[in-house]
Structure formats: C-alpha cells, structure tokens
C-alpha cells in the first residue's frame, strides 16, 4: 500500500507540473485554434522574471508572481496585435511566425542575462516535507498541486461563468455572427492570448525552483504541453487534466520500472498510438451547430 500511494503522489506531482505548463496553450490553442510555438518561450520567460526580480529587486517567489503574470501577459498582448491578429486561419504560417517569435525571445534573454544556467530559490516556508498518510512529500510539490487546482478553477470560471468567457466562446463558434451582436472579436482574441501567455508565464516561475533556468528550458516544455493538449481534446479543458494526470501517472510508474528516459520514450509512444486512433483526444466537447 505504501507504494502504491508514493506512486500515486509521484504522478501527481508530475501531472500537475504537466497541467500547469499546459494550461495557457490549452486557452491558446484549444480556443482560439493558434499553434503557439512561442508557448515554451513564456515559460522561460515567467522563469527568468522570477529569477530577475529576486536577483535585481529582491522580492521573493509569491510577490513576484502578480509582476510576472501582467509582464507575460502584456507581451502575449503585443505578440498577438503585432502578428498573430494577421495570420488567423493561415496555420503554417501562425507555426513559422510563432516559431520565429520563440528563437528571438531565447536569444534576446540570452543576450540580457547571458547563457549560463540561473536558479530561483525555494520559498524556506516550503522547503521541506510534509507526510501525507506517511508519505513524504516535498511541500513545494503539495504547493504546485493546489496552486494549479486554483488556477484551473479560476480559469473554468471565467470561461464559463463571465461575460468575457461567454464573448470567447461566441467568437470561437462563430466570429462573423459575434461581431454582428457588438462582440469586438478582436479584443476578446487579444485578451484571450495574454491570458494564455500569463499563465504560462506563472508556469515558469513555479516550476524555476525545480529546475534550472536557461533560454532553452521552454523547448521541451512546450512538446509535453501540445501532447497534453491534443491528448485531452483540443477544446476540451478538463481533458487537459485527465491527460495530465493520466500521463502524469504513466510516467511516474514507467519510471520506476525503467527510468526516467525510457519513462519519457513510452510515454510518447503511447501518446501518439491514441492519437492515431483517436484523433480527436480523448475527450471531445459537444457544441450546437
């Protein structure tokens, strides 16, 4: 039984860490049809915020959050008026674009604050562990757990419990019928972006205490966060959390039976063999045509 559960707080931890990065790219992509390659990119950057606010102004992780939330956010902002706003229903080119954002945000950081590996400190409030059933659990990882419970909430709530989320999921359906009701298309998509780049933003930060921050950490973040996307159903956001925490689950065993490569390597394999028979994810959100 003791394994059992350590197992189950392993995968988690892994399936919130996979939510929270993929939260923002489910509102981007799953609402607004855009293949944000630039998403690992706001990661990085919510991490080096992070990182520039302890280093430079000295406030710590919690406060630095708001700071880091509005910062991505207004840049999703820009990114979108400036050229994504152009590209709508043009893929490949939204990919390339974004794809070109991605390259000149890693080497405009790395310019500002130069290659070499950076580190956020763990807020000491949780830097230890806590039993759970006589587990132990490191209490930052309990903390992503329900900061991402939180964040989700907040997020289902607004899309669907807000005169903003009704707008977005107008234009979604159908933007020319919108914009004949008075609903500004354009800003709800503007607004829809930042919100998304934000909270990958708030991704980055949280996780920088795991895991070093350089300019090329969002890479490998923004391939988990497509699987998870496409895996839950593209419009659907709670299948984003059932894959997270299915994959999340999946990894964790598989990694303790292999490693943590071969875990990854399954992982991936298995992703793709759903996929190619269930195209659509595994879960697929009905609308009224």
């Not at 406060?63 to 043009?90: D, K, M, T, W």
């Not at 999921?169 to 159908?174: G, I, L, T």
């Not at 991704?203 to 300019?215: C, D, N």
Request: a positive charge; hydrophobic letters at 55%.
């Amino acid at each position: 039984m003791d394994f059992v559960l350590q197992q189950f707080i392993t995968g988690l931890s892994i399936g919130s860490i996979l939510l929270l990065v993929a939260l923002g790219l489910s509102i981007i992509y799953g609402s607004m049809g855009v293949i944000n390659m630039a998403h690992g990119e706001f990661i990085m950057l919510g991490a080096y915020g992070a990182w520039a606010l302890r280093e430079f102004v000295g406030l710590t992780l919690f406060p630095s959050l708001i700071f880091i939330f509005i910062a991505v956010g207004l840049i999703g902002a820009l990114i979108e008026l400036g050229v994504i706003r152009h590209l709508y229903r043009r893929t490949l080119d939204t990919i390339l674009a974004t794809w070109g954002i991605g390259v000149m945000l890693q080497q405009i950081v790395r310019l500002a604050a130069g290659g070499d590996l950076r580190y956020v400190q763990m807020p000491p409030s949780l830097a230890s562990s806590v039993s759970i059933l006589g587990v132990s659990v490191s209490a930052y990882r309990v903390f992503i757990v329900i900061a991402v419970a939180a964040l989700f909430l907040v997020t289902w709530l607004l899309i669907n419990r807000t005169s903003i989320g009704m707008r977005l999921r107008a234009v979604v359906q159908d933007p020319s019928i919108a914009s004949s009701f008075g609903i500004d298309a354009g800003r709800v998509r503007t607004m829809t972006f930042a919100y998304g780049a934000g909270l990958a933003g708030l991704a980055g930060a949280l996780v920088a205490p795991l895991k070093s921050v350089s300019p090329e950490m969002g890479t490998g973040y923004v391939v988990d966060a497509f699987f998870v996307v496409v895996l839950g159903g593209v419009q659907s956001l709670f299948g984003t959390v059932a894959s997270s925490f299915i994959l999340g689950q999946l990894s964790g065993v598989l990694a303790y039976w292999q490693n943590d490569t071969i875990a990854k390597a399954l992982v991936l394999l298995i992703i793709v063999v759903l996929i190619r028979f269930r195209p659509q994810g595994l879960f697929v959100t009905r609308v009224r045509t």
